[in-house]
């Protein structure tokens, strides 16, 4: 892992008070009602380098997950949820697949 990340991925700042992952850290990101239609590059372009805890050992980027999404606007955070969730299957990042490309690994 860096150290030149912008926040401490496990510190205060960065996991919000408590060891959180991945999807919940991008969604503290945002604001449901002011934020949207939310432009993915400006997200990208503000919070890239923030750094996303994606298991116990894995913590890469905003930026590394925002490659796979394919998205040129989000309508609502739900859109944006299933967006990143996609990207985060599509990149590989997550292990469990209950459904998807991989629904043999089963490490949660």
Do not use: Q
């Not at 994606?54 to 967006?83: G, L, Q």
């Amino acid at each position: 892992m860096s150290d030149n990340w912008p926040v401490d991925p496990d510190g205060e700042e960065g996991s919000d008070g408590m060891r959180k992952y991945d999807m919940r850290i991008i969604a503290d990101k945002v604001d449901e009602e002011a934020d949207f239609p939310m432009d993915p590059d400006e997200f990208v372009a503000e919070y890239g380098e923030y750094p996303i805890r994606i298991n116990y050992r894995t913590v890469v980027p905003m930026s590394d997950i925002f490659e796979y999404v394919d998205a040129e606007e989000f309508d609502t955070i739900v859109d944006m949820h299933k967006a990143v969730g996609n990207a985060m299957r599509a990149g590989g990042f997550w292990e469990y697949h209950p459904k998807g490309s991989s629904p043999e690994k089963k490490h949660a």
